[in-house]
């Protein structure tokens, strides 16, 4: 399998709004991962086209309220 095919386009585009909240809000991936209780290595694969691994809905409801935002704010207006 490709690596390019490793995640589908809404994860990439979820994990990437993630990232740029992310990072508009001043908090690390060490820091990230603390609040979520996961290893910093699991958020790096997570951001990380190298790897599978990916945000799920517990992980997005959680990220809500660590980002201060919807959860709607993970996800296009329209299907991509």
Do not use: W
Not at 5 to 24: C, G, Q, T
Not at 52 to 76: E, G, V
């Amino acid at each position: 399998m490709s690596k390019a095919l490793l995640k589908s386009e809404i994860d990439i585009y979820v994990i990437n709004k993630v990232r740029e909240l992310r990072i508009a809000a001043g908090i690390s991936q060490a820091d990230l991962a603390l609040a979520l209780d996961l290893s910093v290595g699991f958020i790096g694969h997570i951001e990380s086209p190298k790897y599978r691994a990916k945000y799920n809905l517990s992980h997005l409801n959680r990220l809500a309220t660590i980002l201060n935002c919807s959860i709607k704010d993970f996800f296009p207006e329209l299907p991509l």
